[in-house]
């Protein structure tokens, strides 16, 4: 198998082409033409979550497919919106229940929340970028978590979203050989080790980024003698809130006014 760099190297230098073997892919090309004729004819918050099919490629497009069984949950997030900070997706601490919440803001934009392009162009884009990361995953997971760091290292604006985000955790312990153990340790011992060995500002920087990306896939290499079977994957299982369980997440929102 060729090493993580090397196969990086292969999808960064090729990227455009990469994502439009992706698109046309059969399976993929049927699931986005159907997404594509029909999100648009969806209204309501009701109708979104009741189309699987159209509901679960959205999930998936924004990183939350483990998710897709929750439905309830997810009906009580978008019917919260995003404008009130008391609202549940302001509240969680992943950050992607928000994006998702922004991204099919029927609270804000009504009926025409489905023909923004947050939930049209946009999903489509994110749903090949997820396709494309997951199929280097399951041969070399290593090329995974790379892809991953470089599509969300700018969004990351403190050390608490590393800590926040499993895989982006996973991808800076790699890169400078922090123990796993490290994690179980408080949390601003957590963050103060991390400030120590590198500044986070530095994810806003792509050179620096790109220098951050070449260490982690050496080291990748150097700890994992074969790549493609390392037991990863639940790094980007989005099923929790930094360990709450979604039951637990359900229990809450119902002992709120207006529960489901």
């Known amino acids: 198998m060729i ?31 159907y997404y594509n004729k029909t999100i648009k004819t969806i209204k309501t918050i009701d109708d979104f979550v009741k189309n699987d099919r159209v509901f679960k490629f959205a999930m998936k497009a924004y990183g939350l497919e483990d998710m897709a069984y929750g439905k309830a949950l997810f009906k009580k ?25 922004k991204a099919f803001d029927f609270v804000g934009k009504g009926a025409e929340a489905t023909s923004a392009a947050s939930a049209t162009t946009e999903a489509v884009e994110k749903y090949i970028q997820q396709t494309l990361e997951q199929r280097e995953g399951n041969d070399n997971q290593g090329v995974r978590l790379a892809l991953y760091f470089k599509r969300k290292a700018s969004s990351v604006k403190t050390t608490m979203g590393i800590l926040a985000d499993k895989a982006m955790l996973e991808f800076v312990q790699t890169t400078f050989n922090i123990p796993k153990a ?25 050179k620096k980024v790109d220098k951050l990306i070449q260490r982690f896939n050496v080291m990748w290499d150097m700890n994992n003698t074969s790549a493609a079977t390392s037991p990863i994957l639940t790094l980007f299982n989005q099923s929790s809130d930094q360990g709450i369980s979604l039951d637990l997440m359900m229990s809450i929102a119902k002992l709120r006014p207006g529960g489901f």
């Open 182 to 206: 490290a994690a179980r340790a408080d949390i601003d011992i957590q963050v103060r080790q991390l400030e120590k060995l590198f500044d986070v500002k530095d994810l806003q920087d792509p």
């Open 77 to 101: 997030l978008l019917q919260e919106g995003v404008s009130s900070p008391t609202s549940m997706a302001n509240k969680m601490s992943n950050p992607l229940y928000k994006e998702f919440a």
């Open 3 to 33: 090493s993580t760099s090397t196969r990086y190297q292969i999808i960064s230098n090729n990227l455009t082409r990469t994502k439009s073997l992706i698109e046309n892919d059969a399976v993929v090309k049927r699931e986005i033409e």
